[in-house]
């Protein structure tokens, strides 16, 4: 239609018995449209909601272990973490230390390192092991 007054566009809206809906506020005019304003929220709603559809949300799943951990029970925690992996959520391994265990916290390194090379195509390390109280964690991400 052109550029109007605000007091045309509004006459025209009520004339065609339509809303006058603002599309671009920060647009030098700023740009409107006729129609009905129902029927325009119904389909932002709905774009949005297709998106939302489209979205995946990124966990992050936690593994804790203890650095004494049996053989078998390693190989289900790594099965764990590689399934998560796959999924396409993150993994923080939390290593918990216990009274002496502290002493030996090599054995966690050695843990992280087995990891690494069981399953370490499946990931990238996002967050290094890092030491926070009796806890070592390490965060890790899927490869794309």
Excluded: N, W
């Excluded at 949005?48 to 949300?57: A, D, F, S």
Aim: glycine fraction near 6%.
């Amino acid at each position: 239609m052109g550029v109007l007054t605000l007091q045309d566009a509004i006459k025209a809206a009520q004339e065609k018995e339509l809303d006058l809906i603002l599309m671009s506020e920060s647009a030098v005019p700023p740009v409107c449209k006729i129609g009905d304003l129902g029927k325009y929220k119904y389909e932002l709603e709905k774009k949005e909601r297709i998106l939302k559809k489209k979205q995946k949300v990124v966990e992050i799943k936690e593994v804790k272990i203890r650095p004494r951990i049996g053989e078998h029970d390693l190989q289900v925690k790594f099965k764990h973490i590689q399934e998560f992996l796959e999924e396409g959520d993150k993994v923080k391994i939390s290593m918990v230390f216990k009274g002496r265990e502290m002493a030996y916290q090599s054995l966690g390194d050695k843990i992280f390192q087995r990891l690494e090379a069981q399953i370490g195509a499946l990931f990238v390390v996002e967050q290094q092991p890092k030491l926070e109280g009796t806890i070592k964690s390490a965060i890790l991400a899927p490869k794309k």
